[in-house]
């Protein structure tokens, strides 16, 4: 029976790149001159650091453009709220992988409501689909990517 994954991945050296090339920029940029403006990444959090909150956001957006030249899903990253102390403000942002229960539930319910007759199995942080028809599982995947589940998602492992 043919059958496929729903997966929710980052590539995280593609992360850790467009964070490198954000700090160079920051760097070089007359604006951060002096400032201490750097990006910070451990994990899959990123914690930006900066003076005043209007740097915060320019340099988040510095990071989003880098993580799109590198095709990273701007999905992902999911940030926090500033905080700022005195001469010192930070950001948290963190990188989301995986479909966490609740959004698999959601998931299930969706490809049920279309009355296709696939089977759904939640596997972890990963649904997979299986279905005697391969057309039916096309179809599956082309009402999730019409579906906002806020999450990039990935099919893989596609079998006949």
């Known amino acids: 029976m043919p059958s496929f994954d729903v997966v929710s991945e980052v590539d995280m050296q593609e992360v ?10 920051v760097g070089t940029r007359f ?3 002096g400032v201490g403006a750097k990006f910070d990444l451990s994990d899959s959090n990123i914690t930006v650091q900066a003076e005043q909150e209007f740097q ?6 510095i990071l989003r453009q880098k993580l799109v030249k590198r095709k990273v899903d701007i999905a992902c990253l ?6 700022i102390a005195l001469n010192k403000a930070s950001l948290k942002a963190s990188i989301r ?3 966490k ?4 539930k959601r998931m299930v319910k969706e490809i049920k409501a279309t009355k296709i007759k ?6 972890g942080e990963q649904v997979r689909i299986t279905g005697k028809k391969r057309d039916d ?19 893989i492992n596609f079998r006949d």
């Not at 850790?16 to 920029?25: H, I, L, P, T, Y």
């Open 56 to 61: 915060l956001d320019q340099m988040m957006d």
């Open 31 to 33: 604006d951060f001159k």
């Open 16 to 25: 850790r790149n467009a964070v490198d090339q954000a700090n160079r920029e």
């Open 137 to 155: 599982l096309q179809t599956v995947i082309t009402t999730l990517k019409k579906l906002n589940f806020d999450l990039p998602l990935q099919f």
């Open 97 to 99: 992988q995986g479909i």
């Open 101 to 104: 229960g609740d959004i698999a």
């Open 118 to 123: 696939v089977q759904t199995q939640i596997q």
């Open 78 to 83: 999911e940030t926090g709220e500033p905080e």
